[in-house]
């Protein structure tokens, strides 16, 4: 005698064939996109950081895993960030510039969009980051600062001295 016992499978592997091919365009999204994908845990550590923000700071993927946001800011930038956290572990989404140092010491300018990670019951438990580098647009801002107040100075500037000395300034 035999027992021959059949059960229909289509259902599982389409799923699993659906969950394969979401899992591949998440994973080639997070590694194409020109932005920076940083998330942190509640102490504000390294939970997952992907290859555009590694490169932004000078580092390996690997070398970012828990280390603290904080290690990477500038120290004038860490007291801001601080007074920010209250508002991050209340589960707001916010738009923060924050300056980071590259590993080669340069100074590395953001703009940074933050979402909470919640759990199942809707606890607060992380930060998820989109990094954009905009160091080369905020130094031109600052450059074209510098030099609109110059010409503000020029043009009321009285005398030859004071021409000079707006320029040495």
């Known amino acids: 005698a ?17 969950l394969s ?3 591949k365009r998440y994973r080639q999204l997070v590694e194409t996109i020109h932005d920076g994908i940083w998330m942190f ?4 550590a390294t939970t997952f950081g992907n290859q555009y923000i590694a490169e932004m700071l000078g580092y390996k993927i690997n070398e970012l895993q828990g280390k603290s946001i904080y290690e990477f800011m500038t ?5 801001s960030f601080r007074k920010d956290v209250p508002r991050l572990r209340q589960g707001n989404p916010m738009e923060l510039d924050v300056e980071f140092i590259h590993r080669e010491g340069r100074l ?5 969009h933050t979402a909470p990670l919640l759990d199942e019951k809707g606890n607060w438990m992380g930060v998820l980051a989109i990094v954009s580098d905009i160091t080369a647009r905020r130094l031109k801002e600052r450059e074209l600062e510098a030099i609109t107040r110059m010409a503000n100075a020029l043009r009321d500037a009285i005398t030859r001295e ?8």
């Open 75 to 79: 120290e004038s930038q860490k007291e």
């Open 2 to 18: 035999v027992i021959l016992t059949l059960e229909d499978i289509t259902f599982n592997k389409t799923s699993e064939l659906a």
């Open 108 to 112: 590395v300018i953001t703009s940074i």
């Open 21 to 23: 091919d979401s899992e």
């Open 41 to 44: 845990d509640s102490t504000f």
């Open 162 to 169: 004071d021409v000079i000395r707006i320029m040495l300034d």
